[in-house]
């Protein structure tokens, strides 16, 4: 016996006939004592259509109202499919967030879940039912309903099964787990049997899309397996979890991310006093934009001035933008240079730890392909090098070659 | 300041154009203290879309999940609403059936409302809001959500207001208000001032469609007036409320109501010994099958045999057929005769009591035209008539236009 919970995206139920298709498998892969719990995402464009009807309305931001909005999605989805199950002869029953138990911050549209009390669902597993638990929402100390923002239903599920102590959390996906580096660029990418929490996290934090990072941290946080796994295959996927279990899957490096959602600003020639970095990066953290890969360096130590170089989004440029020729105004500077050209590729793996000469040879092969490094940043885990974006698939396909199969051979 | 709740339709909120044409209605209303709460239901065909969904995955009867699965729509509905509020500048907020505290038995898909905790919707208000809650829908004890069933956001409205002690409840609708009689049959219908809740519920269980017997019976219940008027125009309509306050609004006959949906059964020859009519109204009971209309006439003292007669509605028609040839089997009669062509005419007052010549005028204006009466009933308040369907328009126009027309002339 085992308790399961299983999360299904939106393009998996968009149709009353895709959802027969999830009730059929779901039926046929339960062992008889297993109790299952399936997280769900709204049908289809569902979504998208709802957000359409809200900007015929207002173009102010989101907001509460928003979030009871979009989470009629998931209502209809749930409501559906515990018919479809009882239509299979099967007793399943619908609970939304709320019902659910999972407590939400009020941070409409990005809420955080902040503690999940199941006992609901427990019940209903008792009783003998198929569970369906409607994703991306939770409930307000208030009363009201608050969406989690993009990847809800995932961290929904995760949190659900952590809460629940169940056995794995499966998460559904358009792939068939996670891969040692994105196979649409290297096509010999592999995939991973196995990969901790940790690298995951990192993977996510520097461009792998499959998981978002905070149902990873859930995982974590609970120590619950996540399978990542396909919804059109009833293949084994990829086991996310705290160590590795089996000792041939742990390697150096576990895989190569890429991001090509970089800019390079270079702040050049500025003042050197105290107090300067930290008035530019507030300014920026003041409008909630995202600052990685900090370089400062100066020129020579009596040197009046210094240059501070960092990346941001693509996305956030504009807005950068405008916030440092503001600043501009008040601290004096030589010139402000963005490029937005950029892309960063990194190498994730705990196995790194205590290895210095892997990030030698990640710059030895970038060096060999003529590929200029911009910036170079590490964590305990990983080693990421910012180049031109143009490069970015070459610097990829060389490294997972050279590194990650290069160590398996 | 007045507390006014307002209820608008599907067909009027059915998209975000017409849901401004509604905010900005209510806002040039609104006089400047005035607490104004809003109850609506799903947009447009939105309900039918629901269902026709639940159709593809089930045939199987409504339950908690359809209930799950219609509630949408109102949330929907509110959502955007309050949207629409704040983008014209007003502070509003949406409230779901449960959140505004209407709470419901377990009947699925025809729940009752058992009570009202509006405490929420209060402070909403007090904080300036113009509060906007869904119809249609209630909490049961369990935490679900149930529907309300036909004319349910109605029925939320009203009680609602009577919570509440609101001055009003206006309830909108695609007419001017409640008329003396249909207006497609008689063009010279005349719209009421006002009318009492004993009237109207027999108005509309006579054939009168305009407002939903349950939510009358709520604003009786409350002693809250009901204001029927027009979405489309800002004409008085019709107060539905205790007594009139007006003496000259204040008639015998208040209106002449129809209903084709009426069919005559008759047990001819029945044997005639106790228990014989219980059994079969019982029969016909256990199914949900209503009947109306009775009379056993007994054809002389020491006759064996009696007639049984009475009226069913037309949709009922094949299942009584069905149940009365089973009792066939074990109850002695004649012949069992079910005519479907018949329609009820009827008139209401609360004027009529202690008026006897009434009844005899009804009888003489059906006679004098060779319209046959084949069944009478009365109420206090009520006289009804079974005609044949295609005389019951006539009978309508003639009692209309002689006794209530001929009434105020």
Redesign the interface.
Known sequence: MALIVKKFGGSSVAT?EK??NIVDRVLNEKKENDQIVIVVSAMGDTTDE?VS??K???S?PYG???D??L??GE??T???M???F??RGHQA??MTGP?AGIQSSAAYGKARILDVFPE?VFSALQAGNIVIVAGFQGIVEN??IATLGRGGSDTTAVALAGAMKADVCEIFTDVEGVYSTDPRIASDAVKLQEITYGEMLEMARLGAGVMQPRAVEMGSRYGVPIHVRSTFSTNQGTIIREEYTVESNKRVITGVADDINAAKVSLVGVENKPGVAATVFKALADKNIDVDMIVQSIRSTDDAVTDIIFTILCDDVPLAREILDKLHETIKMESINIDENMAKVSIVGAGMLGQPGVAAQMFGILGEEGINIEIISTSEISITCLVAENRVKDAVRLIHEKLFLGERG
């Open positions: 009353p959802i027969f709802l009807l809200a015929q309305i207002t102010k509460r109202e928003m009871r909005l989470s009629t209502q209809v749930i409501a559906l515990a018919m479809a009882t239509e029953i619908s019902q609901r009363g009201d």
